[in-house]
């Protein structure tokens, strides 16, 4: 195929989320001319469930951005029926993703983490590329975050050498906090984060100074000198939010357009469905269907017809960016993959990749979920819901129209950074209190903290699993069908040791010590329930019940020594020229406890080295 004498752009990025967004603005402000292909509308500007930070459960099932993945957390049907939250229909468990401008980042939890410094330094080592090392990837941080948070430190860092925090005040995503005051009025969910936090300090012995003379660092999970520590304890959950509302790539983009519109060209209802290659393996452009609801993870596909095929073309490179599960998809229908799984489906291989679509993986989760004697009153006057035209807000919504209130946070009153155990080199639990009825993904799951303001749920999330046996296939080389998705959890994956099952039911261990203080609040403990005691009963409620929502590394990074790497350090997909991956996919291991604040750095640093490239 050869590329037309005017190409459309310099750049083609296909998805605009975590990934894909920052980095198509930020080379749309570099001077290049980028096109932004996004499958999903634009769905945020009049749409309150995008917009209000305690919505975002409600934003994930939202019909106008949804896309209902159903995966597998077990090959074996037997052990998946166990799992309440599964769908025999769907042969799966609900995993939500989002098709709009701006990706997941728009019904994400809005949770803003540096990730550990380890994470950086084991890429670094795999690629043998120190432009990885923790040492020059936190500038990337720093570059992007506009911390509102820590306002004296903001002051400080216009002075050289005083932002010892190493917080960053310029960038495009503003980071804020929850107001603690918002739970004083509420006398009983006041005392059981009191009573919690007290047990936590005592029972699992964090700091609570963690002997820092400055206190306004204590509390801080992204201030530099507790990153550079791994330091445990009780933190505050910083959150992507400005004005009491959510911010995100979506806005960035927004404002780019807007200040570069020769530049920057957004196109959503554009669903890519192959990379266009010239002569040698050189990626010159992307076949895509124009219309609106077209992938069949969305809901209503089909509905608006089968859309328009397009093509369009790029004068310098296509860059990938379509998550973990869609751009392995894309890659393998563009030829490039396992070469006998792409053979029996019919599809020419164009590079025989055998790591596309390969190790998948996740965080572990399950909630301890508790009742309360009665409703919490912070949630007395909520609905959860937009006022319908002309009709008069809840109260609390009426707050948030002012920047206030509960509605500005996620939902997550108190959260603990622990290692589960001391051999542990990195702190790998996060336990976070949210008041609310939460017990994984299924379909309805969000009307729960509707209809339900008596429960407290503890969510213990384990970071750095050790399993690496998932893997993302194609179903067919239909573009609008979706991957297949198998997790491979615990023993049926690759984890002998089963670590990972023993951190977790660490987790609700150390949740029921911090909540056996506060028993006096609870009626109830729901989730695992009185019953589930021995650690047998409950590693078995753990295989059962567990989920994730931090989906990465399917397209790994690494050396072309490494049969299964998939990019090289700068992100250019093995065999081929004018093509790369800038997503969290390219993890080769899945990093700190949040995607979204690391996969947001390496937008970053693709953007650099991307520019740098096309300059010389």
């Known amino acids: 195929m050869t590329r037309p004498e005017q190409?459309?752009?310099?750049?083609?990025?296909?998805?605009?989320?975590?990934?894909?967004?920052?980095?198509?603005?930020?080379?749309?402000?570099?001077?290049?001319?980028?096109?932004?292909?996004?499958?999903?509308?634009?769905?945020?500007?009049?749409?309150?469930?995008?917009?209000?930070?305690?919505?975002?459960?409600?934003?994930?099932?939202?019909?106008?951005?949804?896309?209902?993945?159903?995966?597998r957390h077990y090959t074996s049907e037997e052990r998946q029926l166990r799992d309440p939250k599964y769908v025999p229909d769907r042969c799966g468990v609900l995993y939500p993703r989002a098709g709009t401008l701006g990706g997941c980042t728009v019904h994400n939890a809005m949770i803003t983490m540096y990730p550990h410094n380890s994470d950086w330094d084991h890429l670094?080592?795999?690629?043998?590329?120190?432009?990885?090392?923790?040492?020059?990837?936190?500038q990337y941080f720093q570059r992007i975050e506009k911390c509102e948070y820590q306002r004296l430190r903001r002051l400080l860092s216009w002075i050289p050498g005083l932002n010892l925090s190493r917080h960053g005040f310029r960038g495009w995503l503003t980071t804020n906090v929850a107001d603690p005051d918002l739970v004083f009025p509420d006398a009983k969910l006041k005392d059981l984060i009191w009573r919690s936090a007290k047990a936590a300090i005592r029972e699992l012995g964090?700091?609570?100074?963690?002997?820092?003379?400055?206190?306004?660092?204590?509390?801080?999970?992204?201030?530099?000198?507790?990153?550079?520590?791994?330091?445990?304890?009780?933190?505050?959950?910083?959150?992507?939010?400005?004005?009491?509302?959510?911010?995100?790539?979506?806005?960035?983009?927004?404002?780019?357009?807007?200040?570069?519109?020769?530049?920057?060209?957004?196109?959503?209802?554009?669903?890519?469905?192959?990379?266009?290659?010239?002569?040698?393996?050189?990626?010159?452009?992307?076949?895509?269907?124009?219309?609106?609801?077209?992938?069949?993870?969305?809901?209503?596909?089909?509905?608006?017809?089968?859309?328009?095929?397009?093509?369009?073309?790029?004068?310098?490179?296509?860059?990938?960016?379509?998550?973990?599960?869609?751009?392995?998809?894309?890659?393998?229908?563009?030829?490039?993959?396992?070469?006998?799984?792409?053979?029996?489906?019919?599809?020419?291989?164009?590079?025989?990749?055998?790591?596309?679509?390969?190790?998948?993986?996740?965080?572990?989760?399950?909630?301890?979920?508790?009742?309360?004697?009665?409703?919490?009153?912070?949630?007395?006057?909520?609905?959860?819901?937009?006022?319908a035209a002309g009709a008069k807000p809840d109260p609390i919504f009426?707050?948030?129209?002012?920047?206030?209130?509960?509605y500005t946070t996620?939902?997550?009153?108190?959260?603990?950074?622990?290692?589960?155990?001391?051999?542990?080199?990195?702190?790998?639990?996060?336990?976070?209190?949210?008041?609310?009825?939460?017990?994984?993904?299924?379909?309805?799951?969000?009307?729960?903290?509707?209809?339900?303001k008596n429960y407290f749920t503890w969510a213990v999330l384990k970071a750095h699993t050790n399993n690496t046996a998932g893997h993302v296939t194609l179903r067919s080389k239909d573009p609008l069908d979706v991957p297949q998705i198998d997790f491979r959890y615990f023993d049926e994956g690759n984890d002998a040791s089963e670590?990972?099952?023993?951190?977790?039911?660490?987790?609700?261990?150390?949740?029921?010590?911090?909540?056996?203080?506060?028993?006096?609040?609870?009626?109830?403990?729901?989730?695992?329930?009185?019953?589930?005691?021995?650690?047998?009963?409950?590693?078995?409620?753990?295989?059962d019940n567990a989920w994730g929502h931090h989906a990465s590394c399917t397209n790994k990074m690494g050396r072309q020594s490494d049969r299964m790497a998939v990019v090289d350090s700068s992100f250019r997909v093995f065999g081929t020229h004018g093509l790369r991956v800038v997503d969290a996919s390219v993890f080769p291991r899945i990093p700190g406890f949040f995607i979204v604040a690391p996969t947001y750095m390496i937008s970053e640093k693709a953007s650099d080295v991307i520019a740098a490239d096309a300059r010389r």
């Open 410 to 452: 996620n939902g997550a009153v108190i959260s603990v950074i622990t290692r589960s155990a001391a051999s542990r080199p990195e702190p790998d639990l996060f336990l976070f209190g949210v008041a609310g009825l939460f017990k994984g993904y299924f379909p309805g799951y969000s009307k729960l903290f509707r209809e339900h």
């Open 206 to 387: 964090l700091p609570l100074e963690d002997k820092l003379e400055d206190a306004l660092t204590v509390l801080d999970p992204n201030d530099w000198r507790l990153i550079r520590r791994s330091a445990q304890g009780i933190r505050q959950t910083p959150l992507a939010t400005r004005g009491g509302r959510r911010i995100g790539p979506r806005e960035y983009l927004k404002k780019v357009e807007k200040d570069h519109p020769d530049k920057l060209c957004i196109q959503t209802g554009a669903l890519a469905t192959r990379v266009l290659f010239g002569e040698g393996n050189r990626a010159i452009g992307v076949e895509y269907l124009s219309g609106r609801k077209l992938y069949r993870a969305g809901s209503g596909a089909g509905q608006h017809g089968e859309g328009v095929k397009k093509e369009a073309y790029a004068s310098r490179e296509v860059i990938l960016a379509g998550g973990a599960f869609n751009s392995p998809q894309l890659l393998m229908l563009s030829g490039i993959g396992p070469k006998d799984h792409l053979a029996s489906l019919g599809i020419q291989v164009r590079v025989d990749l055998p790591g596309v679509g390969q190790n998948l993986q996740d965080r572990y989760e399950v909630g301890v979920v508790h009742r309360v004697r009665s409703d919490f009153a912070l949630l007395k006057d909520a609905t959860f819901d937009a006022p």
């Open 499 to 543: 670590d990972d099952l023993e951190s977790v039911v660490r987790g609700i261990e150390l949740v029921r010590l911090m909540t056996q203080r506060a028993r006096g609040s609870i009626e109830a403990e729901e989730l695992p329930g009185d019953d589930v005691q021995t650690r047998d009963e409950l590693r078995q409620f753990v295989k």
């Open 7 to 71: 190409p459309d752009c310099d750049f083609i990025v296909v998805g605009s989320g975590a990934g894909g967004g920052p980095l198509a603005a930020n080379l749309a402000k570099a001077g290049f001319k980028v096109l932004l292909l996004e499958a999903g509308d634009d769905a945020a500007p009049d749409n309150y469930n995008c917009q209000v930070p305690c919505f975002h459960a409600f934003a994930s099932e939202d019909e106008a951005l949804k896309w209902d993945f159903f995966v």
């Open 124 to 138: 670094a080592e795999v690629t043998g590329d120190s432009s990885w090392a923790s040492g020059k990837m936190h």
């Open 398 to 406: 009426a707050q948030w129209l002012k920047g206030s209130g509960v």
